[in-house]
């Protein structure tokens, strides 16, 4: 039995469960508890849906449908769960689809209407999960706690995208979960880098404390790059902790031609995906669009399903495109994704990576051009 929690978010359709995981992550972060956030449904949602401006979640986002493939995935991952985890789940179950919660330990509901919650407090008991929390959420109206034990019980308000602030509730149960993800940071840490494939492990945390970034919740900005690299040997290395997309690939670069593996909480120790760049290259596991201009390349590498599959990835195609031109990667990837295409394209003048949040600029990574040194940003026009 795997010995991480699993907490599963569940409410019916539209109660507010993707805003709910989003404020609880990032309170648990601020409080340095170490866990995951495992999106069990294809909604194409993420901590970056609710960071982004509404206009491009609209161009990134990509729903899916639920599928056999994609539950039997989501159940595999969490069987070998790495991390405590919460889980965020689609609104309406069907039975096959419920087999998701026969891989969890606790369950927290929230729905706008007492029958959303008595059908989702039928579903934990059949699971055999225990509620620690049920939550009645609306739209106008203030937090209230009506109970705190057993089961914390009481109204939520203003669960609404890009608002950004716990209120009263939200942190009550915040501060529950801590209780039960038990495992401190530093026990987490140091049992998972005692399992690094390489001598050499950089953990992210250590890194921004390394190049003085403030104390709290780190915020890697592009200008902190080269003194990120100029403190990172260029050897074999296993990079471990959250850090931006741009970061990992710019460290895996960094470390090239050595080996690099990744610490991914539903994986463990990976190495990034090989991708073959070939003419030749055909949409299957991975999809792109690409967008040419007269000084680079940008390609947005879209998953093909809605539950990236590491062995399926592994060994894909991805378009050559023009050696002469930079390249500006984009996508809502996995790391282990963003660094095996960054690693790719990494024979071109110059390489750029997007992240989400800051869809307008690519941050460079690895160049050979004086005018684009890692940690400068490229202006991008338009999407592709």
């Avoid at 601020?30 to 294809?42: D, I, M, S, T």
């Avoid at 096959?96 to 706008?112: G, K």
Wanted: charged share 20%; aromatic share 6%.
């Amino acid at each position: 039995m795997n010995p991480f929690p699993a907490i599963v978010i569940g409410g019916p359709p539209h109660s507010g469960k993707s805003v709910l995981t989003y404020l609880l992550t990032r309170q648990l972060r601020e409080w340095r508890v170490e866990h995951y956030v495992l999106r069990a449904c294809p909604d194409g949602e993420g901590d970056w849906s609710q960071e982004t401006p509404p206009e491009r979640v609209r161009l990134l986002r990509q729903k899916g449908a639920f599928s056999n493939d994609f539950v039997d995935l989501v159940c595999r991952d969490l069987a070998r769960r790495h991390l405590p985890l919460l889980v965020d789940v689609g609104g309406k179950p069907t039975p096959d689809q419920e087999r998701i919660l026969d891989y969890c330990t606790h369950a927290v509901l929230i729905s706008a209407t007492s029958e959303g919650l008595t059908e989702w407090r039928e579903r934990a008991r059949r699971h055999g999960l225990p509620v620690i929390a049920e939550l009645r959420s609306v739209l106008d109206g203030d937090d209230r706690i009506d109970a705190e034990t057993p089961v914390l019980c009481g109204q939520i308000g203003r669960l609404e995208r890009y608002t950004g602030a716990a209120g009263p509730m939200a942190l009550a149960l915040a501060q529950r979960l801590k209780q039960i993800l038990t495992y401190t940071e530093s026990e987490l840490k140091a049992y998972h880098l005692s399992h690094a494939p390489t001598e050499l492990a950089i953990d992210i945390d250590h890194l921004a404390r390394l190049i003085g970034l403030p104390q709290g919740e780190r915020r890697w900005q592009p200008e902190h790059l080269p003194l990120a690299l100029a403190n990172t040997p260029a050897a074999s290395l296993s990079i471990y902790g959250r850090g931006p997309n741009w970061l990992y690939a710019a460290l895996a670069l960094h470390a090239a031609p050595h080996p690099v593996y990744l610490f991914d909480p539903r994986l463990g120790w990976i190495k990034p995906v090989t991708l073959n760049c070939t003419p030749s290259a055909t949409p299957a596991a991975i999809s792109w669009k690409i967008e040419t201009h007269s000084e680079y390349t940008r390609i947005e590498v879209q998953p093909g399903t809605p539950y990236l599959d590491y062995d399926d990835v592994d060994n894909a195609a991805l378009p050559a495109l023009d050696p002469q031109r930079g390249v500006v990667l984009s996508g809502k990837l996995p790391h282990w994704l963003t660094v095996g295409a960054a690693i790719a394209c990494c024979r071109h003048p110059w390489l750029a990576v997007v992240q989400a949040q800051h869809y307008d600029h690519g941050i460079i990574v690895t160049s050979r051009v004086e005018a684009h040194r890692p940690g400068s940003l490229v202006a991008l026009r338009g999407n592709p």
